[in-house]
């Protein structure tokens, strides 16, 4: 898609020549055909090549290698075409394969953080939410400051004759701190790590995009003037206003939606609803990014508040679609963007490669993730310790030595640094994007390829059942409604005239068995009873839709037990983080408290039926 | 999206500019976050344009106000938008949403196209195939000749001082012969028009598209100078080649990812599924494209041929995301085509209007459908009778005197048109862009806007229960194994407790009551006993996708009885059309002739279950 993009643009360029002088109309008599070629072959390249990485990544699925990964693959393949591209005479596809921001930060990343936050398992991600933020805030800006430093001083040294300010060096260090949520993340599905780890490192990818961008775009705003302290406060400031107000329109947006769908009765037009939708959450991000604010993270919030509130007032055929629809867009512009890196090193003509400049980079990052993960660890160990004290309750550490060091693992740079890294000025600006390229494809190629091996080395616990891949979810949800049912209830023709089904019997099957046994509707509603003695209101839950949603996280929750019971430890390290006075509160009371909130005022306003209030336990943060 | 494109492609010329003469640094400084900026605000007018209508489309459903039609709110809506934009300071927006045909071909279109493969409903289809195939070939030739005759002498008469080759007048006839498929199709959805109508036009609009395309770029082959008759022949020639090759295409990629599907085990993989059935689609249209073939006719038979085949080895995810996403993304684009078309009305700088030229084409167009529409149906129902009276059997008339009128009226023109307009060469060119434009816009409005009222007043029978809109179909599926199963089979709190299942499940139950009894399973197996009398070889259907497939299509069957006795004619007349030498065979030889073949050689090879090839009617093309 992005490939056609390009191209037309090149066209238009030629059109725009053409029209603009009156240009001869012979022009006009080839363009139309020869552009429609033209972008036909890019996009069929294109197309090919996303095609050959999906298959890839199938075949090394089936045969179970899981140390290479779809996303190295696709560089590797990205790397390849670009290579045979750039030997090819004439700059025409050569061009049309170029990186540009602007297409990316419009239609590639869009879905992908769309679909983080609508498959996100809303409990984990609020009861870790302190150490999120943490690493998210913190974490980014120490390591952007770090590594904006040790190329600041490298280029002092002159011995590559680099002239770089130093704000120019804070903005490459800050394209650099953000990190790629989706390598990491797919890998770490594939093995179902202990979802506290997951989230904190799923929230912390998905916030330090956000963070970074704001971080880059605060250093450009001083052209090459040095910045003294009270900038670096502007900054902060200007930091926490766009991300409250980002936070809000995404939010105000999922809301709205789970009003306007309950007042009126567009479900009843199921493919309008469906497209509505999908055109809300895109209009949160265009808006927020219209404003100057964080798009990404208006469009995280608007998904996390469309599957909280919106999705229980959708249609079933909506609930699925958008799910799919999700995570289709989501998937293809993940391969996409791989492809597209690996593409870039060897297509992008105008960069400049410096090679000390590369390796004291990428010496300089892994610095620079060690000085943001470790110190925050220890201090998020220690607020956690103390709290405990407080409390007079013995609780496991919260951050033990192994997750400090995958967390240091995680660390991955993504394509947002690419994107960004285009707005880079300066003189040496293209010796700082070819840097930039080259670190990013490295990281996900070094770190990617050894997160595996490095989760058995340190013995993270994995096979854990997390909700966060949501295909199990759907599988059930369709499985549960369609072969599956007929299968269990007497239509074995069904499932097995059909192909399909039988394909996916055998998976429910596993993930049912993987799963706690819960997952098939009667026994989901005993496993309920436990709950409900904890949540009274909940003993209410006698809705299918609760047995479709609820046995996964259920399962989860008590399958991550040691984290439900560190999360008062997540949710005091952000009271303690952002407003230590607030210590002597325990989380619990906040928790409590918008819970409360959520139960007894936003769902009775929000939602369609009062059943189906007490029929979400993403809703509720903290579980003491 | 196309917003985007276009403001990306505006912003890149720029950036060329930059790079191109080392530009100054400093314009790279504001470069990327104004782009982000622009093409955001350009991306949200778009979204919150199509949110309008669709809203709009809404709301005139639930009035139940079926005289406008949400297209034309679209193009209203566009007009309203480009006229405030022209109005606007600055070209930039203006720019950025005028009409590009390389972003309607290759982005906008293939939607919609795949989605009416995939959504065709192909016994009909085949039914008709031979009134389809002559409207869609010979219609759309003498319409372009006749219009191409108007406007050649139009301009030959100096009035307006216009030079016009007769060459460009053909390939001018050739842009406005292609019919919409949208608007028309939409409204015979709502009304559920004799789906033998319907089929026809539906084949018909869907396929001369095609055709002028093919027209449109041969014409553009002699630039300027006189064609003459063997060019005519060779003209002829060169379609009928493209067709059959650009078909062979489509059909060959769909029966290549049934094969894939079927041979290997990615189905367990569900979203990488989805995602490279979607791939292998597109490729079939870029690669057609890129061959100088007819991406449609590749998309469309694509489409087709995956529905037909590869469906029934698709996991019931794909089989489910694949139908929502398609529906999804051709709704979105067909509100998208025409906001856009609406908005270069006024965004268009450099288009010419001439009135006395707009009016001429205006009437033009009506006499050359007139020329298309009644001759050929005369010729159509001349063969049938003859046929008729061979066989010795009373059959009715093919087509009535207000099918003929229908036809006549559905001859709206579409965006494919203004797409292909933007190749017109000759220092007229701008003129004839914007009376093509005009004229376009004015047929949706006027056409489109009576054709309801023209129902009614020709008295063609509607209510007609037709499987081409396959909402119900999915909600039949969906609701069958989801709400609707639990619904009936007593988990009434949850379908009570979802909103949007009490939302689908009334709609659902009129699904029932508006269709033949045979749709609840049960009765679906008497409903195939006669059915099965006819062809012995489907008494072997005791397969539950069975009667999620076809009730639906078998009480299609029945209820256009008419068309079926009279399919011998439909396809007769292909014969006739074609190959007048076999007018001895009858078309129950060749109808039997491919269902064999498809039953008992094609289907045991694609598909997976055995039980499987028994269990498709759209497979049968003719049924005596």
Chains 1, 2 share one sequence.
Not at 273 to 287: G, M, N, R, V
Not at 298 to 314: D, E, P, Q, R, V
Not at 528 to 541: A, D, G, M, N, Y
């Amino acid at each position: 898609m992005l490939s056609v993009i390009e191209t037309a643009a090149k066209l238009l360029i030629k059109r725009e020549g053409d029209t603009d002088f009156e240009g001869a109309p012979d022009d006009d008599v080839n363009d139309p055909s020869q552009q429609e070629l033209y972008s036909s072959w890019a996009l069929l390249i294109l197309i090919l090549l996303l095609i050959g990485a999906l298959w890839t990544s199938y075949y090394l699925q089936v045969r179970k290698i899981q140390a290479i990964h779809e996303t190295v693959v696709s560089i590797f393949s990205g790397m390849l075409i670009g290579l045979i591209i750039r030997t090819l005479p004439g700059h025409y596809i050569q061009d049309a394969v170029s990186f540009n921001y602007t297409y990316f930060f419009n239609m590639l990343l869009p879905p992908i953080i769309l679909n983080c936050g609508y498959e996100l398992h809303q409990a984990n991600f609020f009861h870790n939410i302190g150490t999120i933020l943490t690493f998210a805030f913190a974490g980014t800006f120490v390591s952007a400051v770090v590594l904006g430093c040790i190329v600041y001083i490298w280029a002092f040294l002159g011995l590559e004759g680099l002239k770089i300010p130093f704000v120019t060096a804070l903005g490459f260090g800050a394209t650099l701190s953000a990190t790629d949520p989706v390598t990491i993340l797919s890998i770490f599905n594939a093995y179902k790590v202990d979802p506290k780890l997951y989230t904190i490192i799923f929230g912390e990818s998905i916030l330090n995009d956000a963070v970074s961008i704001v971080m880059f775009e605060t250093t450009q705003q001083f052209h090459g003037d040095s910045a003294t302290f009270t900038d670096l406060f502007n900054g902060i400031g200007i930091f926490l206003v766009t991300f409250t107000i980002s936070l809000l329109i995404g939010a105000i947006v999922g809301v709205m939606t789970a009003l306007i769908l309950k007042h009126s009765s567009i479900r009843q037009f199921q493919s309008l609803e469906t497209c509505i939708i999908l055109l809300f959450a895109y209009a949160s991000y265009f808006f927020s990014n219209g404003c100057h604010m964080s798009g990404i993270v208006s469009l995280l919030f608007c998904g996390i508040t469309l599957k909280h509130y919106a999705y229980f007032n959708m249609s079933r055929r909506t609930q699925i679609a958008t799910k799919l629809i999700f995570q289709t867009l989501a998937q293809l512009s993940e391969n996409f963007i791989f492809i597209y890196l690996g593409l870039s090193m060897f297509t992008e003509v105008k960069l400049v490669y410096k090679p000390t400049l590369i390796i004291v980079t990428a010496l300089g990052i892994c610095i620079s993730r060690w000085a943001a993960v470790f110190p925050l660890s220890k201090l998020l160990n220690f607020i956690h310790k103390v709290r405990a004290r407080a409390l007079n309750r013995p609780v496991p550490e919260e951050l033990p030595k192994e997750y400090q060091m995958m967390l240091f693992w995680a660390g991955l740079r993504g394509a947002v640094g690419v994107a960004l890294a285009a707005g880079l000025e300066g003189e040496d600006s293209n010796a700082l994007r070819a840097t930039v390229l080259v670190v990013v494809v490295l990281t996900v190629i070094v770190f990617g390829g050894t997160t595996s091996r490095m989760l058995e080395i340190l013995g993270i616990q994995t096979g854990v059942e997390t909700e966060v891949d949501s295909d199990d979810e759907l599988d059930v949800e369709i499985g549960r409604k369609g072969p599956l049912i007929n299968a269990n209830y007497g239509f074995p023709e069904g499932s097995s005239g059909q192909g399909g089904r039988r394909a996916t019997l055998p998976r429910l099957s596993d993930g049912k068995a993987r799963r706690s046994p819960d997952t098939s509707p009667k026994p989901s509603s005993n496993s309920l009873s436990p709950e409900s003695t904890v949540f009274p209101h909940r003993s209410s839950i006698g809705d299918t839709s609760v047995e479709i949603e609820h046995p996964p996280s259920f399962s989860r929750t008590t399958s991550m037990e040691p984290s439900v019971s560190s999360n008062s430890g997540g949710s005091s390290s952000l009271i303690s983080g952002a407003l230590p006075s607030l210590l002597s509160r325990t989380a619990e009371d906040h928790v409590r408290w918008f819970q409360n909130f959520d139960e007894h005022v936003l769902k009775p306003v929000l939602l369609d039926a009062p059943a189906e209030t007490s029929s979400q336990p993403p809703s509720r943060p903290g579980t003491p």
